[in-house]
Protein backbone atom coordinates (compact mmCIF):
# COMPACT_ATOMS: atom_id res chain seq x y z
CA UNK A 1 0.00 0.00 0.00
CA UNK A 2 1.25 3.49 -0.83
CA UNK A 3 2.25 5.95 1.90
CA UNK A 4 0.91 9.23 1.70
CA UNK A 5 4.25 11.03 1.14
CA UNK A 6 4.61 14.98 1.27
CA UNK A 7 2.05 17.32 4.00
CA UNK A 8 0.59 18.21 0.93
CA UNK A 9 -1.31 15.14 0.42
CA UNK A 10 -3.03 15.57 3.76
CA UNK A 11 -5.49 18.69 2.14
CA UNK A 12 -7.06 17.05 -0.65
CA UNK A 13 -9.76 19.67 -1.06
CA UNK A 14 -6.89 22.26 -0.38
CA UNK A 15 -5.31 21.41 -4.21
CA UNK A 16 -9.13 21.02 -5.45
CA UNK A 17 -9.01 24.63 -4.75
CA UNK A 18 -6.34 25.87 -6.69
CA UNK A 19 -7.59 24.28 -10.30
CA UNK A 20 -11.34 25.63 -9.30
CA UNK A 21 -9.67 29.39 -8.55
CA UNK A 22 -7.51 28.55 -12.20
CA UNK A 23 -10.93 27.70 -13.65
CA UNK A 24 -12.89 30.99 -12.32
CA UNK A 25 -9.79 32.95 -13.48
CA UNK A 26 -9.79 31.17 -16.85
CA UNK A 27 -13.32 31.75 -17.28
CA UNK A 28 -13.75 35.71 -16.58
CA UNK A 29 -10.55 35.92 -19.07
CA UNK A 30 -11.81 33.57 -21.39
CA UNK A 31 -15.50 34.97 -21.35
CA UNK A 32 -16.64 35.69 -24.99
CA UNK A 33 -13.99 33.79 -26.51
CA UNK A 34 -15.30 30.12 -25.08
CA UNK A 35 -19.12 30.03 -25.18
CA UNK A 36 -20.92 28.80 -21.72
CA UNK A 37 -21.54 25.21 -23.70
CA UNK A 38 -18.63 24.56 -24.64
CA UNK A 39 -17.77 24.52 -20.95
CA UNK A 40 -20.38 22.57 -20.35
CA UNK A 41 -19.77 20.00 -22.60
CA UNK A 42 -16.15 20.29 -21.25
CA UNK A 43 -17.13 19.83 -17.76
CA UNK A 44 -19.41 16.97 -18.69
CA UNK A 45 -16.92 14.98 -20.60
CA UNK A 46 -14.26 15.53 -17.97
CA UNK A 47 -16.31 14.07 -14.76
CA UNK A 48 -17.22 11.22 -16.77
CA UNK A 49 -13.70 10.57 -17.84
CA UNK A 50 -12.73 11.10 -13.77
CA UNK A 51 -15.51 8.30 -12.95
CA UNK A 52 -14.85 5.51 -15.58
CA UNK A 53 -10.66 6.17 -15.22
CA UNK A 54 -11.16 4.69 -11.53
CA UNK A 55 -8.80 1.82 -12.45
CA UNK A 56 -5.62 4.38 -13.02
CA UNK A 57 -5.40 6.03 -9.83
CA UNK A 58 -2.80 8.65 -11.33
CA UNK A 59 -4.84 9.51 -14.83
CA UNK A 60 -7.71 9.93 -12.20
CA UNK A 61 -6.56 11.96 -10.49
CA UNK A 62 -5.38 14.67 -13.14
CA UNK A 63 -9.08 13.61 -14.43
CA UNK A 64 -10.77 15.21 -10.81
CA UNK A 65 -7.95 18.31 -11.35
CA UNK A 66 -9.75 18.72 -14.97
CA UNK A 67 -13.37 18.66 -13.79
CA UNK A 68 -12.39 21.52 -11.57
CA UNK A 69 -10.90 23.84 -13.55
CA UNK A 70 -13.92 22.99 -15.89
CA UNK A 71 -16.27 23.74 -13.23
CA UNK A 72 -14.55 26.89 -12.36
CA UNK A 73 -14.74 27.89 -16.05
CA UNK A 74 -18.64 26.95 -16.37
CA UNK A 75 -19.82 28.53 -13.23
CA UNK A 76 -18.09 31.77 -14.18
CA UNK A 77 -18.65 31.91 -17.65
CA UNK A 78 -22.66 31.56 -16.40
CA UNK A 79 -22.24 34.15 -13.98
CA UNK A 80 -20.94 36.54 -16.13
CA UNK A 81 -24.19 35.53 -18.70
CA UNK A 82 -26.63 36.86 -16.09
CA UNK A 83 -24.66 40.56 -15.29
CA UNK A 84 -23.60 41.31 -18.78
CA UNK A 85 -27.63 41.61 -19.79
CA UNK A 86 -28.34 43.74 -23.23
CA UNK A 87 -29.25 47.13 -22.00
CA UNK A 88 -32.70 48.81 -23.26
CA UNK A 89 -30.99 51.54 -25.37
CA UNK A 90 -33.93 54.15 -24.43
CA UNK A 91 -35.49 55.06 -21.17
CA UNK A 92 -37.98 52.59 -19.45
CA UNK A 93 -39.75 52.47 -16.28
CA UNK A 94 -38.73 49.96 -14.30
CA UNK A 95 -39.54 48.75 -10.66
CA UNK A 96 -36.69 48.56 -8.17
CA UNK A 97 -35.79 47.57 -4.49
CA UNK A 98 -33.20 49.05 -2.16
CA UNK A 99 -30.77 46.33 -1.09
CA UNK A 100 -28.31 48.49 1.17
CA UNK A 101 -28.31 50.95 2.99
CA UNK A 102 -28.30 54.52 1.64
CA UNK A 103 -25.28 56.64 1.71
CA UNK A 104 -25.50 60.06 1.34
CA UNK A 105 -22.32 61.88 -0.60
CA UNK A 106 -22.63 66.21 -1.53
CA UNK A 107 -25.68 66.36 -3.30
CA UNK A 108 -26.04 62.41 -3.91
CA UNK A 109 -27.98 59.68 -2.40
CA UNK A 110 -26.29 56.06 -3.32
CA UNK A 111 -27.44 52.81 -3.01
CA UNK A 112 -27.59 49.54 -4.31
CA UNK A 113 -30.98 48.36 -6.02
CA UNK A 114 -32.91 45.04 -7.64
CA UNK A 115 -34.64 45.97 -10.44
CA UNK A 116 -37.25 43.34 -9.68
CA UNK A 117 -39.81 44.43 -12.76
CA UNK A 118 -37.75 42.41 -15.16
CA UNK A 119 -37.36 38.48 -16.19
CA UNK A 120 -34.36 38.50 -14.27
CA UNK A 121 -33.92 41.17 -11.70
CA UNK A 122 -30.89 43.09 -12.40
CA UNK A 123 -28.57 44.62 -9.87
CA UNK A 124 -28.27 48.01 -10.23
CA UNK A 125 -26.08 51.22 -8.22
CA UNK A 126 -28.18 54.21 -8.54
CA UNK A 127 -27.52 57.13 -7.43
CA UNK A 128 -30.50 59.53 -6.30
CA UNK A 129 -30.18 63.36 -6.10
CA UNK A 130 -30.32 64.53 -2.63
CA UNK A 131 -33.79 65.46 -1.28
CA UNK A 132 -35.60 64.37 1.72
CA UNK A 133 -37.44 61.73 0.04
CA UNK A 134 -34.29 60.28 -1.17
CA UNK A 135 -32.85 60.96 2.28
CA UNK A 136 -35.99 58.37 3.32
CA UNK A 137 -34.71 55.70 1.43
CA UNK A 138 -34.16 52.35 3.40
CA UNK A 139 -33.43 48.60 2.69
CA UNK A 140 -36.77 47.11 1.78
CA UNK A 141 -38.07 50.74 -0.23
CA UNK A 142 -40.00 50.12 -3.25
CA UNK A 143 -39.89 52.94 -5.99
CA UNK A 144 -40.83 53.28 -9.77
CA UNK A 145 -38.55 55.10 -11.47
CA UNK A 146 -37.92 56.40 -15.71
CA UNK A 147 -34.52 56.42 -16.79
CA UNK A 148 -31.85 55.23 -18.79
CA UNK A 149 -29.54 52.13 -17.04
CA UNK A 150 -26.44 52.71 -18.49
CA UNK A 151 -23.38 49.99 -18.12
CA UNK A 152 -21.23 50.85 -15.92
CA UNK A 153 -18.01 52.97 -16.77
CA UNK A 154 -14.72 54.37 -15.62
CA UNK A 155 -14.36 57.87 -14.31
CA UNK A 156 -10.68 59.40 -14.62
CA UNK A 157 -7.74 57.98 -15.06
CA UNK A 158 -6.81 56.55 -11.81
CA UNK A 159 -5.51 53.12 -12.03
CA UNK A 160 -8.88 51.86 -9.73
CA UNK A 161 -11.08 50.04 -12.15
CA UNK A 162 -14.51 51.06 -11.17
CA UNK A 163 -16.21 49.41 -13.89
CA UNK A 164 -14.64 45.93 -13.15
CA UNK A 165 -15.18 46.27 -9.46
CA UNK A 166 -19.26 46.64 -10.45
CA UNK A 167 -19.09 44.12 -12.66
CA UNK A 168 -17.32 41.54 -9.45
CA UNK A 169 -19.89 42.08 -7.55
CA UNK A 170 -22.54 41.53 -9.79
CA UNK A 171 -23.64 45.06 -11.08
CA UNK A 172 -25.48 45.05 -14.67
CA UNK A 173 -25.78 49.09 -14.46
CA UNK A 174 -25.74 51.93 -13.05
CA UNK A 175 -28.74 55.07 -13.43
CA UNK A 176 -28.86 58.14 -12.07
CA UNK A 177 -32.63 59.44 -10.47
CA UNK A 178 -33.70 63.21 -10.51
CA UNK A 179 -36.12 64.63 -7.92
CA UNK A 180 -38.88 64.14 -11.14
CA UNK A 181 -37.28 60.58 -12.33
CA UNK A 182 -38.81 58.41 -9.49
CA UNK A 183 -41.51 57.82 -6.47
CA UNK A 184 -41.82 55.87 -3.97
CA UNK A 185 -44.69 52.66 -4.25
CA UNK A 186 -44.98 49.03 -2.54
CA UNK A 187 -43.24 46.54 -5.10
CA UNK A 188 -43.87 42.88 -5.47
CA UNK A 189 -40.74 40.92 -4.35
CA UNK A 190 -42.06 37.31 -6.01
CA UNK A 191 -39.47 37.81 -9.08
CA UNK A 192 -36.92 37.76 -6.38
CA UNK A 193 -35.09 34.43 -5.10
CA UNK A 194 -35.76 33.29 -1.64
CA UNK A 195 -32.31 34.39 -0.53
CA UNK A 196 -32.42 37.93 -2.12
CA UNK A 197 -36.33 38.44 -0.02
CA UNK A 198 -34.50 36.80 3.32
CA UNK A 199 -31.38 39.27 3.21
CA UNK A 200 -34.23 42.57 2.44
CA UNK A 201 -36.06 41.36 5.94
CA UNK A 202 -32.35 41.02 7.74
CA UNK A 203 -31.24 44.33 6.69
CA UNK A 204 -35.02 45.77 7.73
CA UNK A 205 -34.38 44.25 10.84
CA UNK A 206 -30.82 45.55 11.18
CA UNK A 207 -32.40 49.49 10.48
CA UNK A 208 -34.56 49.00 13.66
CA UNK A 209 -31.70 47.73 15.55
CA UNK A 210 -28.98 50.84 14.45
CA UNK A 211 -32.56 53.50 15.33
CA UNK A 212 -32.67 51.18 19.05
CA UNK A 213 -28.35 52.33 19.45
CA UNK A 214 -29.21 55.84 18.66
CA UNK A 215 -32.27 56.21 20.85
CA UNK A 216 -30.17 54.57 23.33
CA UNK A 217 -27.87 58.05 23.25
CA UNK A 218 -25.17 56.42 21.20
CA UNK A 219 -23.81 59.38 18.36
CA UNK A 220 -21.25 60.34 16.27
CA UNK A 221 -18.34 57.98 15.80
CA UNK A 222 -18.95 56.21 18.92
CA UNK A 223 -22.25 55.39 17.25
CA UNK A 224 -20.29 54.66 13.94
CA UNK A 225 -17.70 52.05 15.22
CA UNK A 226 -20.60 50.36 17.00
CA UNK A 227 -22.61 50.02 14.10
CA UNK A 228 -19.72 48.79 12.06
CA UNK A 229 -18.41 46.55 14.88
CA UNK A 230 -21.25 44.76 15.75
CA UNK A 231 -23.88 44.84 12.92
CA UNK A 232 -21.62 45.66 9.87
CA UNK A 233 -22.77 48.69 8.90
CA UNK A 234 -20.01 51.11 7.89
CA UNK A 235 -21.54 54.16 6.24
CA UNK A 236 -21.49 56.58 9.62
CA UNK A 237 -17.56 56.07 9.78
CA UNK A 238 -15.88 59.37 8.68
CA UNK A 239 -12.77 59.38 6.42
CA UNK A 240 -10.79 60.64 9.17
CA UNK A 241 -11.55 57.42 11.29
CA UNK A 242 -11.84 55.68 8.43
CA UNK A 243 -7.75 56.57 7.58
CA UNK A 244 -6.64 56.42 10.71
CA UNK A 245 -7.77 52.80 11.81
CA UNK A 246 -6.53 51.75 8.07
CA UNK A 247 -3.18 53.75 9.02
CA UNK A 248 -2.94 51.99 12.40
CA UNK A 249 -3.30 48.39 11.35
CA UNK A 250 -7.01 47.98 13.46
CA UNK A 251 -9.47 48.35 10.32
CA UNK A 252 -9.95 44.74 10.06
CA UNK A 253 -11.85 44.77 13.63
CA UNK A 254 -14.75 47.01 11.74
CA UNK A 255 -15.04 44.33 9.30
CA UNK A 256 -17.09 41.39 10.19
CA UNK A 257 -15.15 38.01 9.95
CA UNK A 258 -14.13 35.34 11.89
CA UNK A 259 -13.08 37.42 15.07
CA UNK A 260 -16.39 38.90 15.18
CA UNK A 261 -18.40 35.46 14.24
CA UNK A 262 -15.76 33.51 17.44
CA UNK A 263 -16.50 35.85 19.63
CA UNK A 264 -20.23 35.29 19.23
CA UNK A 265 -19.69 31.57 18.15
CA UNK A 266 -17.90 31.46 21.79
CA UNK A 267 -20.76 33.63 24.17
CA UNK A 268 -23.49 31.24 22.26
CA UNK A 269 -21.55 27.71 24.06
CA UNK A 270 -21.05 29.34 27.38
CA UNK A 271 -24.73 30.33 27.30
CA UNK A 272 -25.59 26.37 26.83
CA UNK A 273 -23.55 25.61 30.55
CA UNK A 274 -21.82 22.78 29.11
CA UNK A 275 -24.40 21.73 26.79
CA UNK A 276 -22.53 23.06 23.68
CA UNK A 277 -21.53 19.28 22.32
CA UNK A 278 -25.01 17.84 21.83
CA UNK A 279 -26.76 17.91 18.29
CA UNK A 280 -29.58 20.67 19.00
CA UNK A 281 -27.06 23.17 20.98
CA UNK A 282 -24.61 22.78 17.80
CA UNK A 283 -27.86 23.05 15.54
CA UNK A 284 -29.18 26.75 17.21
CA UNK A 285 -25.97 27.67 17.94
CA UNK A 286 -25.25 27.72 14.06
CA UNK A 287 -28.81 28.89 13.25
CA UNK A 288 -27.86 31.95 15.00
CA UNK A 289 -24.71 32.33 13.46
CA UNK A 290 -26.37 32.58 9.72
CA UNK A 291 -29.24 34.67 11.29
CA UNK A 292 -26.94 37.24 12.04
CA UNK A 293 -24.30 37.27 8.81
CA UNK A 294 -28.03 37.85 7.13
CA UNK A 295 -28.39 40.91 9.39
CA UNK A 296 -24.66 42.23 8.95
CA UNK A 297 -25.77 41.62 5.16
CA UNK A 298 -23.88 38.77 3.70
CA UNK A 299 -20.14 40.22 3.71
CA UNK A 300 -17.72 37.78 1.71
CA UNK A 301 -15.72 37.60 5.20
CA UNK A 302 -18.40 36.90 7.21
CA UNK A 303 -20.02 34.06 4.98
CA UNK A 304 -16.35 32.38 5.13
CA UNK A 305 -15.94 32.81 8.73
CA UNK A 306 -19.75 31.42 8.95
CA UNK A 307 -19.43 28.41 6.52
CA UNK A 308 -15.93 27.20 8.54
CA UNK A 309 -17.61 27.43 11.96
CA UNK A 310 -20.89 25.65 10.38
CA UNK A 311 -18.02 22.85 9.71
CA UNK A 312 -16.09 23.26 12.56
CA UNK A 313 -19.30 22.80 14.63
CA UNK A 314 -20.39 19.38 13.20
CA UNK A 315 -16.98 17.78 13.38
CA UNK A 316 -16.77 18.93 16.44
CA UNK A 317 -19.39 16.27 17.58
CA UNK A 318 -17.27 13.31 15.82
CA UNK A 319 -14.15 14.34 17.84
CA UNK A 320 -12.31 14.78 14.95
CA UNK A 321 -9.38 17.40 14.09
CA UNK A 322 -11.78 20.52 14.02
CA UNK A 323 -9.78 23.40 12.43
CA UNK A 324 -7.57 22.59 9.19
CA UNK A 325 -6.35 23.83 6.15
CA UNK A 326 -9.06 21.18 4.78
CA UNK A 327 -11.79 23.16 6.61
CA UNK A 328 -10.56 26.38 5.36
CA UNK A 329 -10.52 25.02 1.49
CA UNK A 330 -13.96 23.42 1.99
CA UNK A 331 -15.24 27.19 2.80
CA UNK A 332 -13.68 28.57 -0.07
CA UNK A 333 -15.26 25.93 -2.27
CA UNK A 334 -18.77 26.67 -1.29
CA UNK A 335 -18.27 30.31 -1.55
CA UNK A 336 -16.98 30.52 -4.77
CA UNK A 337 -19.62 27.33 -6.32
CA UNK A 338 -22.02 29.86 -5.00
CA UNK A 339 -20.61 33.06 -6.98
CA UNK A 340 -17.43 32.19 -8.73
CA UNK A 341 -16.85 36.38 -8.64
CA UNK A 342 -16.26 36.17 -4.89
CA UNK A 343 -12.85 35.58 -5.98
CA UNK A 344 -12.38 39.12 -6.92
CA UNK A 345 -13.76 40.31 -4.04
CA UNK A 346 -10.99 42.35 -1.31
CA UNK A 347 -12.57 41.06 1.71
CA UNK A 348 -12.77 37.31 0.58
CA UNK A 349 -9.25 37.24 -0.65
CA UNK A 350 -7.70 39.12 3.04
CA UNK A 351 -10.05 36.77 5.08
CA UNK A 352 -8.77 33.48 3.31
CA UNK A 353 -5.22 34.42 3.51
CA UNK A 354 -5.07 35.66 6.58
CA UNK A 355 -7.24 32.09 7.85
CA UNK A 356 -4.78 30.25 6.16
CA UNK A 357 -1.22 31.85 7.43
CA UNK A 358 -2.45 31.41 11.06
CA UNK A 359 -3.16 27.58 10.02
CA UNK A 360 0.32 27.42 8.70
CA UNK A 361 2.44 30.09 10.45
CA UNK A 362 1.09 30.47 13.64
CA UNK A 363 2.48 27.36 15.25
CA UNK A 364 6.19 27.33 13.90
CA UNK A 365 6.37 31.07 15.04
CA UNK A 366 4.44 30.26 18.22
CA UNK A 367 7.12 27.56 19.08
CA UNK A 368 10.11 30.02 18.55
CA UNK A 369 9.65 31.28 22.28
CA UNK A 370 11.45 28.65 24.92
CA UNK A 371 8.73 26.70 26.98
CA UNK A 372 9.75 28.30 30.08
CA UNK A 373 8.59 31.66 29.07
CA UNK A 374 5.42 30.13 28.35
CA UNK A 375 5.08 29.33 31.86
CA UNK A 376 4.30 32.38 32.74
CA UNK A 377 0.38 32.91 31.78
CA UNK A 378 0.52 37.16 30.89
CA UNK A 379 3.92 36.24 28.97
CA UNK A 380 1.79 33.01 27.05
CA UNK A 381 -0.78 35.71 26.11
CA UNK A 382 1.14 38.12 24.99
CA UNK A 383 3.17 35.69 22.80
CA UNK A 384 -0.17 34.47 21.93
CA UNK A 385 -1.35 37.08 20.07
CA UNK A 386 1.67 38.02 18.78
CA UNK A 387 2.19 34.76 16.56
CA UNK A 388 -1.35 34.95 15.64
CA UNK A 389 -1.55 38.51 14.47
CA UNK A 390 2.01 38.32 12.86
CA UNK A 391 1.01 35.23 10.89
CA UNK A 392 -2.42 37.46 9.88
CA UNK A 393 -0.22 40.02 8.94
CA UNK A 394 1.90 38.10 6.99
CA UNK A 395 -1.00 36.78 4.84
CA UNK A 396 -2.90 39.81 4.23
CA UNK A 397 0.09 42.88 4.16
CA UNK A 398 1.05 41.82 -0.24
CA UNK A 399 -2.64 42.20 -0.30
CA UNK A 400 -3.10 45.62 1.56
CA UNK A 401 0.48 47.06 -0.45
CA UNK A 402 -1.03 45.66 -4.15
CA UNK A 403 -4.74 47.52 -3.18
CA UNK A 404 -3.81 50.27 -0.56
CA UNK A 405 -0.25 51.12 -1.35
CA UNK A 406 0.35 50.89 2.39
CA UNK A 407 1.90 48.94 5.23
CA UNK A 408 1.02 49.26 8.43
CA UNK A 409 4.33 49.39 10.95
CA UNK A 410 2.67 49.40 14.37
CA UNK A 411 -0.08 46.53 13.62
CA UNK A 412 1.38 44.49 16.41
CA UNK A 413 0.82 47.60 18.92
CA UNK A 414 -2.70 48.14 17.89
CA UNK A 415 -3.84 44.35 18.15
CA UNK A 416 -2.96 44.63 21.55
CA UNK A 417 -5.45 46.99 22.15
CA UNK A 418 -8.21 46.87 19.33
CA UNK A 419 -9.02 42.81 20.31
CA UNK A 420 -9.51 42.29 23.60
CA UNK A 421 -11.69 45.86 23.40
CA UNK A 422 -13.65 45.09 20.43
CA UNK A 423 -14.10 41.49 22.37
CA UNK A 424 -15.64 43.41 25.37
CA UNK A 425 -17.55 45.55 23.19
CA UNK A 426 -19.24 43.00 21.37
CA UNK A 427 -20.19 41.51 24.56
CA UNK A 428 -21.62 44.86 25.88
CA UNK A 429 -23.73 45.73 22.86
CA UNK A 430 -25.40 42.09 23.23
CA UNK A 431 -25.84 42.44 26.86
CA UNK A 432 -27.51 46.06 25.71
CA UNK A 433 -29.99 44.79 23.70
CA UNK A 434 -30.41 41.55 26.23
CA UNK A 435 -31.20 43.68 29.48
CA UNK A 436 -34.19 46.06 28.14
CA UNK A 437 -36.35 44.99 30.98
CA UNK A 438 -34.03 46.27 33.03
CA UNK A 439 -33.74 49.91 31.84
CA UNK A 440 -31.75 51.67 34.52
CA UNK A 441 -28.25 49.00 34.05
CA UNK A 442 -29.52 49.11 29.94
CA UNK A 443 -28.48 52.98 30.94
CA UNK A 444 -25.22 52.45 33.30
CA UNK A 445 -24.34 49.66 30.20
CA UNK A 446 -24.88 52.40 27.53
CA UNK A 447 -22.19 54.68 29.77
CA UNK A 448 -19.94 52.25 30.18
CA UNK A 449 -19.51 51.46 26.24
CA UNK A 450 -19.52 54.63 25.01
CA UNK A 451 -16.19 55.05 27.50
CA UNK A 452 -15.10 51.88 26.46
CA UNK A 453 -15.26 52.53 22.35
CA UNK A 454 -13.91 56.06 22.84
CA UNK A 455 -10.74 55.10 25.07
CA UNK A 456 -10.14 52.46 21.49
CA UNK A 457 -10.78 55.18 19.21
CA UNK A 458 -8.32 57.06 21.34
CA UNK A 459 -5.76 54.66 20.78
CA UNK A 460 -6.68 54.10 17.30
CA UNK A 461 -5.75 57.59 16.83
CA UNK A 462 -2.78 57.73 18.57
CA UNK A 463 -1.36 54.81 17.06
CA UNK A 464 -1.91 56.53 13.51
CA UNK A 465 -0.27 60.08 14.97
CA UNK A 466 2.85 58.12 15.69
CA UNK A 467 5.87 59.03 13.13
CA UNK A 468 6.23 56.11 11.22
CA UNK A 469 3.14 54.66 11.55
CA UNK A 470 2.95 53.38 7.96
CA UNK A 471 4.83 53.37 4.94
CA UNK A 472 2.94 54.81 2.03
CA UNK A 473 2.90 54.92 -1.32
CA UNK A 474 3.60 51.27 -2.50
CA UNK A 475 3.29 50.38 -5.69
CA UNK A 476 3.35 46.72 -6.59
CA UNK A 477 1.88 44.58 -9.53
CA UNK A 478 -0.39 41.74 -9.37
CA UNK A 479 2.44 39.52 -10.61
CA UNK A 480 4.88 41.09 -7.97
CA UNK A 481 2.39 39.79 -5.24
CA UNK A 482 1.89 36.57 -6.25
CA UNK A 483 5.84 36.36 -6.22
CA UNK A 484 5.95 37.56 -2.51
CA UNK A 485 3.66 34.61 -1.77
CA UNK A 486 6.04 32.38 -3.93
CA UNK A 487 8.93 33.84 -1.52
CA UNK A 488 7.54 33.27 1.49
CA UNK A 489 6.14 30.05 1.08
CA UNK A 490 9.50 28.70 -0.70
CA UNK A 491 11.14 30.28 2.99
CA UNK A 492 9.01 28.17 4.67
CA UNK A 493 9.45 25.38 3.25
CA UNK A 494 13.28 25.77 2.93
CA UNK A 495 13.63 26.08 6.56
CA UNK A 496 11.36 23.19 7.42
CA UNK A 497 13.10 21.34 5.41
CA UNK A 498 16.49 22.42 6.69
CA UNK A 499 14.70 21.96 10.22
CA UNK A 500 14.44 18.16 9.47
CA UNK A 501 17.73 17.35 8.28
CA UNK A 502 19.71 18.54 11.17
CA UNK A 503 17.19 16.28 13.04
CA UNK A 504 17.84 13.50 11.28
CA UNK A 505 22.03 13.92 10.67
CA UNK A 506 23.61 12.90 13.88
Known amino acids: MMKVNGRIQLYPVLRLVVFLVAGIIAGKELYGIISEWSWYIALIVSFVSSICLKKNAVVQTVAIFVTFVFLGGCLTSMELSKINVELPKDEITFEAVVISSPVVSGKVVRCDMLVSSMERPMKVKASFYRNAMAEGIAPG ?12 KNFGSGKFDYAQYLLNHGFSATVFLYVDDWYSKAVSLNNLSYIERTKIKALKFRNTLLGHLRRLGFDGQGYAILAAMTLGDRISMSDRMTEEYSVSGALHVLSLSGLHLSI ?24 A ?9 LPVSALRSAVMLTIYSFVSLLRRDRMSLNVLAVAAVVVLVANPLNLYDIGFQMSFLSVMFILVFYEPVYHIMPESFKKILILKWIWQMTSVSFAAQLGVAPLVALYFGRFSCYFLLTNFVVIPVSTAILYGTVAIFLSG ?18 FMNACVSFVASLPGASIEGINISAVQTLLIYVIIFSVYFIIKYLRKMVWIVP
Request: glycine share 4%.
Open 289 to 297: IWIYVFIAG
Open 264 to 287: IYAMLTILFFGRSRSVVAQVMIIC
Open 437 to 454: YLPWFQAWLCRVLTEVVD
Open 141 to 152: SGIVARAKLRKP
